[in-house]
């Protein structure tokens, strides 16, 4: 199998994002009371409320979907989590051809040129203690994965969970949490956590 995703797909793993961070919020603001302003898992609950809130029409292909997430959270999200998110969604869509279905290849190559975007907005580097940490490996995993698309989002969202984990012991050096300085360390970075929730979501959803 290697495996196709419509875009009514694509909506089903938005909404399970949501419902991921609706689980996770408590962990999302515990991690970013640690090293930050206690407001991760309330600003991305927020913003994926919107989302969803757009969602009850299926949009017409990929590529309008990722328009209207990335829109939806760039107007409804505050802090540095909203215009971030909302960059990989809308930096997604162009980067996919107009309807139809999306495979593993295409889909990897949409998420490079999101994550890349995040990186073009935010200016972290690997090893910053930032999202970019959970979302750099997860696109090499991907990648390295083939063209099984169940095979790439699995090896996708182990791979964004080790880079969450090997956030712990960094120093952060964007965000708010860099205003800490040392004592940033010995923390789980908040944004690497909701990637990988993003990745989680969309390895569920691909397997099903
Ligand atoms: P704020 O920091 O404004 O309160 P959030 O708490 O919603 O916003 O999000 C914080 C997360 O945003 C951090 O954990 C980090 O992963 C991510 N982040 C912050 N600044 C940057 C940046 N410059 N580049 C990439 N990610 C960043
Ligand atoms: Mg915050």
Redesign the pocket.
């Known amino acids: 199998m290697t495996g196709a995703v419509s875009t009514g797909d694509l909506v089903t793993w938005i909404r399970a994002f949501r419902d991921a961070v609706q689980q996770h919020k408590e962990e999302l603001t515990a991690?970013?009371s640690a090293?930050?302003?206690?407001?991760?898992g309330s600003?991305?609950a927020r913003g994926m409320d919107a989302v969803v809130a757009k969602l009850d029409t299926v949009p017409a292909s990929p590529a309008e979907l990722f328009k209207t997430v990335g829109m939806t959270l760039v107007s409804s999200?505050?802090?540095?989590?909203?215009p971030?998110y909302g960059t990989l969604f809308l930096r997604m869509g162009p980067a996919l051809a107009t309807g139809g279905t999306v495979d593993a290849a295409a889909l990897g190559a949409a998420l490079r040129a999101g994550v890349e975007g995040?990186?073009a907005?935010?200016?972290?580097k690997p090893g910053?203690?930032?999202?970019?940490?959970a979302l750099l490996p997860a696109l090499d995993a991907w990648d390295a994965a083939g063209d099984d698309l169940a095979a790439a989002a699995r090896a996708a969202a182990d791979a964004a969970a080790a880079g969450r984990d090997a956030t712990e012991p960094l120093v952060?050096r964007?965000?708010?949490?860099?205003y800490l300085g040392d004592r940033s360390a010995g923390h789980v970075?908040?944004?690497?956590?909701?990637?990988t929730l993003l990745l989680e979501a969309l390895a569920a959803t691909v397997a099903a």
């Open positions: 991690l970013d090293i930050g302003d206690a407001d991760h600003n991305l999200v505050g802090g540095a989590s909203g971030l995040v990186v907005r935010g200016k972290a910053d203690k930032t999202m970019i940490d952060a964007k965000g708010r949490a860099s970075d908040p944004g690497a956590a909701s990637s």
